[in-house]
Structures are given as C-alpha cells and as structure tokens.
C-alpha cells in the first residue's frame, strides 16, 4: 500500500511563533486530509484539499495541494498553547480508504 | 447535530477472549470505517462499510470482522485476542467517501 511520511516528527515551538510541517507520498493523491489528534480523543479534521496547488485556509491553519500531487503541506501561524497535540496527514489507499502519516508532534512553550 | 460516538470508552480483556466495539455514525452519514491505533502511532485502516456491506479492508486477519446496520451504526468484533490487539479503536464516518469523522474511541487493553 502507499505509504506517507511526515516531518518533522516532533517540535518544540515558542507561544506566538508559526509553525510549517509536510507529508509526502510515494504515489501520486487526489485528495489530502490534515487531522489533529488530542491525547486520547480520536482525530479531528482540520483542513481537506482535493485539487493540485490548492490552498485553503481554517482560521489560522493553512494547508497546500503540493503541485506533484505527491506532498502537501500545514502552516499554523501565531501559535498558541491549545495548539499542543499530533497533527496527521491522510489520503486515500485503495478505493476510499484512507492512510494515514506517523503524526508530527507539536508542543508550545509559553 | 451528534456526532460521531462509541461506546464503551475503556474495556479490559484478557488473550483469547472476543470483544465487540459499537459505534454510531454522525446524522446523514451511510460510511463507516474501522482504524486500529497503536500507542505513538498513526490510524490503520481495518475496514470500511458502506449501506451494511464490506466496502474494503486492510491488512488485519478474519479474526477482526465487523457489521454494519439499517440506521448505519457499526460493530467491531475481534475474537481470540492477543496482546497485539490492545490500541486504541477508532470508527469515522462519512457522508461522500472523502471526508472521514472520527469518534473519540475506544481503548482497549488485553491482558
């Protein structure tokens, strides 16, 4: 099946600093999923993309469609400390069904 | 509008017994998909369901087998359990086979 990597596994950010973080695949997507993960709660969706070059925007979240269709990409901007959890990357395997990324490891220091 | 939810939230096991997770989907949703998540781990797709009929499946044997009913609530069942099995269990929906909505799991832990 189609594997996704994400970087960087885990930051350490200032309260205000914005933050980028990226997802790669080794076979093309035509949809991205950006989910955030508190501990002990299931996923939330953040952001979805469907479209190559696409930006969206959710309040301070912002995600990209990588143009090769095989990355994509979340910015958080003015971090704060409601922030703090594991964001996810995910597309579709085969079918509908999704994979997901190892998660990037957020934490804001005040 | 409820979300999605599952129930029980903790359940403890022990090796060789079965368990069934149950899980409701989010109003107007006909989509329901299982996901296995280990401790530092992302999600892996069990399987999907979709009007009470298989709709893809992951890389998990028979054991981990599953339903889904007329109102579009969903079960997990997995018999002979190992220690392997204890993770967190995850059911999403969806209302169009793109977005998926998770509930807030289930932990379990075999002993």
């Known amino acids: 099946g189609q594997q996704l990597n994400q970087s960087p596994q885990s930051m350490f950010i200032q309260e205000g600093e914005d933050v980028s973080m990226n997802c790669t695949s080794s076979s093309i997507f035509n949809t991205w999923l950006w989910y955030k993960q508190d501990p002990g709660e299931g996923p939330v969706l953040l952001i979805a993309l469907y479209k190559a070059g696409e930006l969206t925007s959710n309040g301070r979240l912002t995600a990209q469609f990588g143009i090769t269709r095989k990355d994509s990409f979340l910015n958080i901007s003015a971090s704060i400390p409601s922030d703090v959890g594991i964001y996810f990357c995910a597309g579709p395997d085969y079918g509908q069904n999704f994979v997901f990324g190892p998660g990037t490891r957020l934490s804001v220091l005040p | 509008e409820t979300g999605v939810t599952q129930s029980p939230t903790h359940l403890i096991k022990t090796r060789g017994q079965q368990v069934t997770l149950r899980c409701s989907s989010q109003s107007g949703h006909n989509t329901v998909s299982w996901y296995q998540q280990a401790l530092g781990q992302g999600p892996q797709f069990i399987f999907q369901?979709?009007?009470?009929?298989?709709?893809g499946r992951g890389n998990f044997p028979p054991r981990f087998s599953g339903l889904q009913f007329p109102n579009y609530s969903s079960e997990l069942n997995v018999n002979a359990l190992e220690l392997d099995d204890s993770a967190l269990y995850l059911c999403?929906?969806?209302?169009?086979?793109?977005?998926?909505?998770f509930g807030p799991g289930t932990r379990l832990t075999v002993l």
């Open positions: 369901y979709y009007r009470e009929e298989e709709n």
């Open positions: 999403a929906s969806s209302p169009n086979f793109r977005e998926q909505f």
